[in-house]
């Protein structure tokens, strides 16, 4: 249960107020660039306006090439060059409205405490989602998924993610008979009970201490907070598939600069922006630059209390943080696409072949699109080893399909390790026209 003190209370009304007199202003502009589509964001600031932005972005599916944040006192001015998935240029009309909205009083979300839990949320749409934190062993997706099938839930979507021997995963189910939402205490409780046993299994002394969730956030959000709270950062890996992240202080201008390089792909921007959201930074200024293999960020944060980073362990979680909030979604291993007529227990057949010829799920996408079952997986040998053997691949694709289990190869499935180049700043690139227009502003700072 969330306590407000009354200054958090008058804080949040105050912001609620300069919302509805200064309206979030989007505007989309075809015409200033050759290569993207420029969005421009001005609108009043509160915690979490630069994240909710971004996600709606990447709910939208465009590719951020460049970016450029403002965020000074109570107002912020955004500037993303933006394509379609394609390279092109967008075409939609709604990008405008969808931003404007996401910003909007009524979007406003508070920032609970994160729970690691196997957690159940009643959804008020179509669905119950189920949220599981355990231990990653070869075949736990493939137990999992059979419980919920012996249980007569049917699962609708799923997103699974595996880090540092962690695994996270929102699971979407209705009821097998109905097609509803399952509400009710009892078989929620037993759904619960048997799910903690599995992800339990006979040594994972973490996951005992399990609760039910009491709310829900977006999908991949959510992800990253339960792999925090999970701590999946705390375990070393080795140097060379690291990204190369910085923090330092910058003592006249009282931020902390976070200088972030590493390989390129879809949600970079996402990943680390809501990291830094969740673990309460406020980002003032930053620069996005990823027109190729590799992508660079620069960030001038203060805590949420205004002040910047103050010791040599905080530096040092925040550096672990961000490399694990870019590695969790790099998925190593061959992904393996699923596109077939859905029906019930359909994932607990494909996983338990998974399993059974020696295949261990590290990440796993589950959509279902009217009666289609649309799934990626990416699979592993059982020790974790990226590369399989093609006699293994295609004797899983026949057992399973041929025609509907192919091999997908990911450019980004695995990034090259970012090299130690020595420091590095956005602010020493070449600058665009759209940066320059910003910096003369006082809109982009220099600590140089």
Not at 183 to 190: F, H, I
Not at 240 to 246: A, F, S
Request: proline share 3%; glycine share 6%.
């Amino acid at each position: 249960m969330d306590v407000w003190s009354p200054s958090v209370a008058m804080d949040d009304e105050f912001e609620k107020l300069l919302i509805r007199m200064n309206p979030p202003r989007v505007t989309v502009d075809n015409a200033s660039s050759r290569k993207a589509t420029l969005i421009k964001v001005d609108s009043a600031n509160k915690h979490g306006s630069l994240l909710e932005v971004v996600q709606v972005l990447t709910d939208l599916d465009l590719i951020t090439r460049r970016a450029y944040i403002s965020s000074d006192g109570e107002w912020f001015m955004d500037v993303f060059h933006v394509t379609d998935q394609n390279g092109n240029k967008l075409s939609e009309d709604d990008v405008a409205d969808r931003i404007q909205q996401s910003l909007g009083p009524s979007s406003r979300s508070s920032f609970r405490s994160l729970r690691r839990s196997v957690g159940l949320v009643q959804s008020a749409d179509e669905n119950t989602t189920i949220e599981l934190t355990g231990r990653d062993r070869p075949g736990l997706l493939s137990e999992v998924f059979a419980v919920l099938a012996d249980l007569k839930c049917n699962v609708a979507g799923a997103e699974v993610w595996t880090h540092n021997s962690r695994m996270a995963s929102v699971v979407y189910i209705t009821d097998e008979a109905t097609g509803a939402p399952i509400d009710d205490p009892d078989r929620l409780g037993k759904i619960k009970q048997l799910l903690l046993y599995v992800l339990k299994g006979d040594r994972d002394r973490r996951s005992a201490n399990t609760a039910v969730s009491v709310g829900s956030t977006h999908k991949d959000r959510r992800l990253h907070q339960m792999m925090y709270a999970d701590r999946d950062y705390d375990v070393e890996e080795e140097n060379g598939n690291r990204p190369l992240v910085t923090v330092e202080n910058c003592l006249e201008k009282g931020y902390t600069v976070v200088n972030l390089r590493c390989g390129d792909r879809p949600k970079l921007l996402f990943d680390t922006v809501c990291t830094l959201t969740d673990m309460q930074y406020v980002v003032y200024h930053a620069t996005i630059i990823a027109e190729g293999p590799e992508a660079y960020q620069e960030y001038y944060i203060r805590h949420i209390d205004g002040s910047p980073i103050s010791s040599e362990a905080e530096r040092q979680r925040v550096i672990n943080c961000l490399e694990a909030a870019i590695k969790r979604r790099t998925s190593e291993g061959i992904r393996l696409e699923l596109c077939c007529e859905d029906r019930v227990g359909l994932l607990s057949d494909v996983t338990r072949i998974f399993r059974e010829n020696g295949l261990a799920v590290s990440r796993a996408e589950v959509t279902t699109r009217g009666d289609q079952a649309v799934n990626a997986f990416y699979v592993t040998d059982a020790s974790g080893h990226p590369s399989v053997k093609t006699e293994t691949i295609e004797a899983v694709r026949k057992e399973i399909g041929l025609a509907v289990l192919r091999v997908k190869e990911e450019a980004y499935s695995s990034s090259p390790p970012a090299q130690e180049l020595g420091k590095f700043s956005l602010g020493n690139l070449f600058r665009t026209r759209s940066e320059k227009f910003l910096y003369n502003l006082g809109l982009i700072k220099s600590c140089t």
